[in-house]
């Protein structure tokens, strides 16, 4: 298992926003949190990642309790946190903004990323922009990748080639944390999906089929 919960309380300050939350993740998977807006998806991905205190219970990654651990040193253990709206640099150039994390041999064709690389990423249509954070991402050869909802404010193109690079890098063994609302992009690509409804996990869905989750939301 390189990722569970026990009983992990999340919230900003003394508001609890989710509470009980277990989950867990084995190395490999990907793993979705699918719910309605303000359900608790963030709060969850951002304690996990070490952005917000918890306000109870643990999180254990590869075995060890990571709960107190601040986020720098979570980011040293391989856990990478990209949020809704991608963590670029868009002042630097496309590929200045690989080159922060990566000096080798860029891979464009793997993230779909066929654009002028010296432009800068401010440019980017918002698909462009979430290919390059998983480029990015990548890059930093991380253990754990936790995306909070990558398919937000989309076409459907967008979508399709962000589940096309996605499902790639499951192909190379990473792990993902998938927070969605999203139902039919969550169910093209996760192993397992938690569903969460006012910060609580409801039930949790050992298959991928779209109409399955829908059947199981209400």
């Known amino acids: 298992m390189i990722l569970s919960t026990s009983n992990l309380n999340c919230g900003y300050g003394k508001i609890l926003v989710a509470e009980n939350i277990n989950i867990h993740v084995k190395q490999g998977e990907i793993v979705g949190i699918y719910g309605p807006n303000g359900a608790g998806k963030t709060t969850l991905l ?5 952005l917000l205190r918890p306000l109870g219970g643990k999180i254990f990654f ?8 601040p986020a720098s040193e979570r ?7 990209i949020p809704d709206r991608g963590n670029v640099f868009r002042s630097l150039s496309v590929e200045d903004n690989i080159r922060l994390v990566h000096a080798g041999e860029i891979d464009w064709d793997k993230f779909l990323l066929k654009v002028d690389r010296r432009m800068p990423a401010a440019n980017l249509s918002g698909g462009q922009m979430r290919l390059l954070s998983l480029a990015m991402a990548y890059y930093t050869r991380p253990r754990l990748l936790l995306l909070d909802e990558p398919s937000q404010g989309l076409f459907q193109r967008a979508k399709h080639d962000v589940i096309h690079v996605l499902k790639t ?3 190379e063994g990473v792990t993902m ?3 969605e609302q999203d139902a039919e992009f969550i169910s093209k690509l996760a192993d397992r999906i938690y569903i969460i409804e006012s910060g609580i996990i409801k039930k949790e869905v050992l298959s991928n089929n779209l109409e399955n ?3 199981l939301i209400h």
């Not at 980011?75 to 946190?81: E, P, T």
């Open 177 to 179: 944390v998938i927070a």
């Open 46 to 50: 951002r304690t996990i990642a070490g």
């Open 213 to 215: 989750i829908l059947k």
């Open 169 to 171: 890098l499951k192909e």
């Open 62 to 69: 590869a075995g060890i309790d990571i709960t107190g651990i």
């Open 75 to 81: 980011v040293r253990l391989g856990i990478r946190y």
